[in-house]
């Protein structure tokens, strides 16, 4: 499906979170899953891992897409320099919680706008800090039971009840949080016209 004014969008990513977000910008986009291999590199820091995987992500489905635009994004969640991955069960996201609990986690997230046609590509890292309040075991366990956010970094999803964990937000664009940062794309795109608004 052509976006507006011809030009094909698609994000590189399956998750249901950057979709919802990419929606909201009303633009005709597909969606496509990329094939990579998201483990850190040796020795890689996490804002270097963000950038990297989030143009590879873009890259992985260019072939199928050779006439698009790209969009490729990753994020991890960081907490004393150490990588907070999805918990993936409930007993791992109240862990998570109990250890991020009266503390902040820094959330990087990249972003990539590849041309596939000249295999141009900018690439863009937004950081995004959560303050937790102190939170009790009963808080946690309730949270994650009402909740279930095994899927997310950090189990918590801030668009739903995980605004009940915070006791701070600190952060230029909020949807960064959410995994697609919506400011800076928008600016990407409108650099090219081809934004939400040029239309």
């Not at 507006?4 to 249901?16: I, N």
């Not at 991955?85 to 109990?98: C, D, F, M, V, Y």
């Not at 250890?99 to 995004?128: D, I, K, M, N, R």
């Not at 915070?166 to 794309?185: K, V």
């Amino acid at each position: 499906m052509p976006a507006r004014s011809s030009h094909t969008l698609v994000l590189a990513s399956t998750s249901p979170y950057r979709r919802a977000l990419l929606e909201r910008l009303g633009l005709t986009f597909q969606t496509a899953a990329p094939a990579i291999d998201e483990r850190p590199g040796p020795g890689e820091d996490p804002h270097d891992l963000v950038r990297r995987l989030a143009e590879a992500k873009a890259r992985a489905v260019a072939p199928a897409h050779p006439h698009a635009w790209i969009i490729g994004s990753d994020q991890v969640a960081c907490h004393d320099g150490a990588i907070l991955g999805k918990p993936g069960e409930r007993a791992r996201a109240i862990a998570q919680l109990e250890q991020v609990s009266g503390q902040s986690v820094l959330f990087l997230t990249g972003l990539c706008l590849l041309h596939a046609a000249s295999g141009q590509a900018e690439t863009l890292v937004e950081p995004f800090r959560v303050h937790f309040k102190t939170l009790t075991r009963a808080q946690i366990e309730a949270y994650i039971d009402r909740e279930q956010p095994l899927d997310c970094a950090g189990s918590f999803k801030s668009e739903g009840l995980g605004i009940a964990l915070f006791r701070r937000l600190e952060g230029d664009d909020p949807s960064a949080l959410i995994g697609l940062p919506l400011i800076r794309l928008i600016d990407l795109l409108d650099a090219r016209g081809i934004g939400p608004l040029d239309h």
